[in-house]
């Protein structure tokens, strides 16, 4: 693509891009400041006690993921969309509109959550302060900002997937993005029924994270094999496809696994049973599709006599590698741990479920995104084959390994927490506080604690190699 | 030469993808249905007629609530005034809810609707779980309603120096800080009275919900381990 007025960048849609994923690695670091802060507060209870409690520090965290997430995912797309269509993104200066409205919107939502807190149990305070839905706790002025900021996505997407060269993976990005956007209504409606409430919020949480979103991994993965391998679209598309069919297969009445305990009816233990079981398998199948497409791309090099990797962005490569196997470690593996009714029983609302949250959504979420910052970097700094530097290794060691540190101290307390708080004790206030006392829960917090610390030095490194990225010699252009 | 085969063709798995998922989409909308109608409120004529609904009306805090096994569900369910000894609940028992019985079917729905307000405005869910979900910094209270903690013997209600369950509840709601049970307590979140009121209604509707048997063995057993 031609360079042009935008610093070498070729387009104003992946202008957007790199505006999307900034102030997505921003809020990606708050996330990991508010976990901080939580996690101190299970070793230290007395830690901001009335100031930042852990409800609101907690809120913060998990919005901060929710927001990040979808800020990287809306950047990815318009990073790609030129790339895939071959045209710039139609009604790209509405979309930098909707950026700053959406950014705006954001920070004031921040600011009442930690400002403001809480509110008296009326309507206005759902409105303008929060909804305490746990994920979806935007408060309703909000909701409509989203949606309408969505929209304008959606539109740009669907635009210039009609008008320019609709490939595959936009193809399928066009159905995804639609659902996506359309199932965050059903968050939006106040009801004084406590499971029907939950029964739609699992259609956001749910729908989202193991469908819609797994999916738009599928669709990214396919393009950065493409990207960064060269891989034939033709092969990665088909797998897209098959990928689709299986994620959406499993995933969609996977839902079930949440319907065990909620007031809904006992046919969901069978449905949710079935369906979430075999939700890890196209977690397996995308792992293996990425091993597959390196080893037959480097094998067609080998052939040719070049012993030369064929990969072009090593660290936006070891992201998505990672990807595949975090997603089927984190959302496949931790989460057929649990997804069984009998097992469920009694891991339901313990910290087993925080383990499988953490790890999946870092396994499947944030190492793809983090990826395609890489790959953005990349375009943005016309660089032809972008080297892993020291930062870049240290970045990537010490967010896994203090992701997977955290999880296993997690899965060990949610362990304590299923023998002693379930089990034996019958999960009353008294039983829940014998798990937490127990001395393997206690010591599970102080690690969780600790490897959050190595996270977050791990986040200071991977934002120090990419901002030096465009500067460092070492990159080939 | 043989022709191309359908398996590596992108065509077909493009059909065979929008046909599972429009197959799963349309199942769990025709399930969605089914749900719905078994998870809608109920209301006060249940109570009169002996319906049971898995989520009973708000009128339900006139009635005393127990969890009992069930031998035809195998586990325990939630049992409104009174069991007939097989599982199944009698609507007869009535139990004072903040000195009444007789909370009429507007008036419980006020304080119900209160209460679900307060339960998200105070934002219960990034602490406790409801029904098993939220955050797993303080105890479940899906069942919270039937803790012994709370009853005439309990320690919670001892602790507030309150003669019955509910105003022991409140109490406590109003003024957590004052009455640490651990080194981790709950904040004060400026609960007022009515609103207390409200949210102590929440829980006791809430824990008439049948929930499947979720959580199991609850209150059945104190003591029995030590947790360390």
């Not at chain 1, 999960?427 to 014998?434: C, H, I, K, P």
């Not at chain 2, 098993?132 to 012994?148: H, Q, R, S, V």
């Not at chain 2, 003669?163 to 709601?173: G, H, Q, R």
Request: aromatic share 14%; hydrophobic share 50%.
């Amino acid at each position: 693509m031609a360079s042009n007025h935008l610093t070498g960048i070729g387009s104003e849609s992946r202008q957007l891009a790199t505006w999307y994923f900034t102030f997505a690695a921003i809020i990606f670091g708050a996330q990991l400041l508010f976990g901080l802060v939580s996690a101190i507060q299970y070793v230290m209870p007395g830690f901001l006690f009335e100031i930042l409690d852990f409800s609101v520090a907690r809120m913060l965290h998990i919005n901060a993921l929710i927001v990040w997430m979808v800020f990287a995912m809306f950047g990815s797309v318009y990073w790609l969309l030129p790339d895939e269509t071959g045209i710039e993104t139609v009604g790209i200066k509405i979309g930098k509109l909707l950026y700053w409205v959406f950014v705006a919107a954001i920070v004031v939502v921040i600011l009442v959550y930690l400002f403001i807190q809480v509110g008296p149990a009326d309507e206005m305070s759902i409105w303008f302060i929060h909804e305490g839905r746990e994920y979806i706790e935007a408060p309703r002025w909000a909701d409509f900002g989203i949606v309408v900021v969505a929209l304008g996505f959606v539109a740009n997407l669907f635009l210039t997937g009609i008008k320019g060269n609709r490939s595959g993976i936009v193809t399928v990005l066009m159905a995804d993005m639609i659902a996506f956007a359309g199932l965050y209504l059903c968050g939006m409606f106040f009801t004084d029924n406590i499971s029907m409430d939950q029964y739609w919020w699992w259609w956001v949480i749910h729908l989202w994270v193991e469908a819609t979103w797994e999916v738009f991994v599928g669709s990214l993965a396919a393009y950065g094999l493409i990207q960064m391998i060269g891989a034939s679209r033709k092969v990665v598309e088909m797998w897209l496809w098959i990928e689709v069919a299986m994620l959406f297969g499993s995933g969609i009445l996977g839902i079930g696994h949440h319907y065990f305990w909620i007031g809904t009816p006992e046919y969901w233990w069978e449905i949710g049973a079935l369906f979430s079981a075999l939700e890890p398998l196209p977690l397996v199948a995308m792992f293996i599709h990425v091993m597959y497409d390196w080893g037959k791309q480097q094998g067609k090099q080998a052939a040719s006599g070049s012993e030369e990797s064929v990969v072009n962005n090593k660290p936006a490569f070891v992201w998505f590698w990672m990807n595949a196997f975090g997603n089927f470690l984190g959302a496949g593996i931790w989460g057929f741990f649990h997804t069984l009714p009998q097992v469920n029983l009694y891991t339901h609302g313990t910290q087993f479920t925080s383990a499988h949250g953490h790890l999946a959504f870092f396994g499947a979420y944030a190492t793809i995104l983090i990826g395609m910052m890489y790959l953005a970097i990349q375009g943005t700094n016309g660089i032809k084959v972008l080297k892993n530097t020291k930062a870049s290794i240290w970045a990537v060691s010490l967010l896994v390994g203090g992701m997977m540190g955290m999880t296993i101290a997690l899965t060990i307390a949610g362990y304590v927490q299923v023998l002693v708080s379930r089990a034996q004790m019958g999960a009353t206030w008294a039983a829940y506080f014998d798990g937490q006392s127990g001395m393997w829960f206690a010591q599970a917090m102080d690690w969780r604690l600790l490897m959050g610390g190595v996270m977050f030095i791990g986040f200071l490194l991977l934002i120090k190699d990419l901002v030096t990225t465009g500067k460092n010699p070492v990159h080939l252009r | 030469m043989a022709n191309k085969s359908v398996w590596s063709d992108n065509r077909f798995w493009q059909r065979s993808a929008a046909w599972i998922t429009g197959f799963a989409a349309v199942l769990l909308i025709w399930l969605t249905f089914d749900t719905m109608g078994q998870i809608s409120m109920g209301n006060d004529a249940d109570f009169k007629n002996g319906v049971t609904k898995r989520v009973p009306g708000p009128t339900v805090i006139n009635y005393k609530i127990t969890y009992e096994m069930s031998t035809k569900r195998g586990h325990e369910v939630p049992i409104i005034g009174g069991n007939d000894g097989q599982g199944m609940s009698l609507f007869q028992e009535k139990e004072k809810f903040f000195g009444r019985d007789d909370w009429s079917e507007e008036e419980a729905g006020a304080l119900l609707h209160l209460g679900k307000l307060g339960s998200q405005t105070k934002n219960c869910m990034n602490c406790h779980t409801l029904l098993g979900n939220g955050a797993y910094y303080a105890p479940d209270l899906t069942k919270a309603w039937l803790d012994p903690a709370w009853g005439p013997e309990g320690s919670m209600q001892a602790m507030t120096g309150k003669d019955t369950k509910e105003e022991a509840m409140a109490e406590f709601l109003m003024h957590p800080s004052t009455y640490p049970t651990h080194a981790r307590m709950m904040p004060d979140l400026g609960i007022t009275a009515d609103e207390a009121k409200g949210l102590v209604a929440f829980l006791k509707h809430m824990s008439s919900i049948d929930t499947n048997g979720f959580p199991r063995n609850f209150g059945k057993i104190q003591g029995a381990v030590h947790g360390k």
